[in-house]
T-cell receptor
Framework: EAQVTQNPRYLITVTGKKLTVTCSQN?????MSWYRQDPGLGLRQIYY???????DKGDVPEGYKVSRKEKRNFPLILESPSPNQTSLYFC???????????????FGPGTRLTVL | KNQVEQSPQSLIILEGKNCTLQ??????????LRWYKQDTGRGPVSLTI?????NTKSNGRYTATLDADTKQSSLHITASQLSDSASYIC???????????FGKGTRLHILP
């Protein structure tokens, strides 16, 4: 079954304690992205990756890091989490067909993070 | 700045009724426009995807339309069901830099 998995699904942590949220996809997609979703603000892109070893900042990258050492995995790292990073996080992946005309983006189930 | 604006912010209708959600965008040129359904606390799921040359796409009771001249899209839901209660998000992909721009969504509530 084609899917994007994230772990953990729920996490409560304290300010400054480094954490990693894992993301994995089994569809051999080139593109992967991380989003955060906050009430009233919709989905905002944190980082994205167009392929292995290629990552770029999205709209709200401050306080986050990512890596793309393998095609299937795209972990999100918070080196020193702060309360304003309390949010619902989604990982997503999509392929790019020949000519880049159409694509479908698949989202993971989400990770609800609370930073105290 | 590229924007995707959705209206209304929220909508309440009775089960069995039809409804139409709106999406206006300024992204130009664009690669495609997508509509997603997002249940509370879950990841968005794709409903339809249209390129600039398409003007309608259906997925069961969901029909999306696109007017590239006026930069408007709509999502029409026919014979609504309780399970249609969700947020519906319009997403446009910028052709020039591949950026994906999300609308803030319309929250739909279906009452029995």
């Amino acid at each position: 079954e084609a899917q994007v998995t994230q772990n953990p699904r729920y996490l409560i942590t304290v300010t400054g304690k480094k954490l990693t949220v894992t993301c994995s996809q089994n569809m051999n997609h080139e593109y992967m992205s991380w989003y955060r979703q906050d009430p009233g603000l919709g989905l905002r892109q944190i980082y994205y990756s167009m392929n292995v070893e290629v990552t770029d900042k999205g709209d709200v990258p401050e306080g986050y890091k990512v890596s793309r050492k393998e095609k299937r995995n795209f972990p999100l790292i918070l080196e020193s989490p702060s309360p304003n990073q309390t949010s619902l996080y989604f990982c997503a992946s999509n392929s790019r067909l020949a000519g880049g005309i159409t694509d479908t983006q698949y989202f993971g189930p989400g990770t609800r993070l609370t930073v105290l | 700045k590229n924007q995707v604006e959705q209206s209304p912010q929220s909508l309440i209708i009775l089960e069995g009724k039809n409804c139409t959600l709106q999406c206006n965008y300024t992204v130009s040129p664009f690669s495609n426009l997508r509509w997603y359904k997002q249940d509370t606390g879950r990841g968005p799921v794709s409903l339809t995807i249209m390129t600039f040359s398409e003007n309608t796409k259906s997925n069961g009771r969901y029909t999306a339309t696109l007017d590239a001249d006026t930069k408007q899209s709509s999502l029409h839901i026919t014979a609504s069901q309780l399970s249609d209660s969700a947020s519906y998000i319009c997403v446009v992909r910028d052709y020039r830099d591949d950026k994906i721009i999300f609308g803030k969504g319309t929250r739909l509530h279906i009452l029995p």
